[in-house]
């Protein structure tokens, strides 16, 4: 007899599946949060370093044509990512 619960391995219950999933689901969002602040961070890190020569209380021309540049690189280059991961996400789920 066993002290607590059955000791054989059962399948896992319906509920502990649905559980299982929704900490899976929150764990993916915030993942998410935590990469998409992460990117913010870089942006403003890597772009204003590169086109912010005299900070001041606005962007001149030159400044504001290399953010905007800048930030367009960067969202291809996030897009791409993502789009790769992704795919690369559900390729390992459906092999399981």
């Given at each position: 007899m066993a002290l607590f619960g059955s000791s054989s391995s059962a399948a896992p219950a319906p509920a502990s599946k649905s559980l299982?999933?929704?900490i899976q689901d929150q764990i993916s969002q915030e993942l998410a949060v935590a990469n998409a602040t992460e990117l913010v961070s870089k942006i403003t890190e890597n772009c204003f370093e590169k086109c912010i020569s005299q900070p001041g209380?606005?962007?001149?021309?030159?400044?504001?044509?290399?953010?905007?540049?800048?930030?367009?690189?960067?969202?291809?280059?996030?897009?791409?990512i993502s789009r790769a991961y992704i795919t690369r996400i559900q390729q390992s789920s459906s092999e399981k």
């Open positions: 299982k999933q929704e209380t606005s962007l001149n021309g030159q400044e504001d044509f290399c953010v905007n540049q800048c930030l367009e690189k960067y969202m291809r280059s996030w897009n791409v």
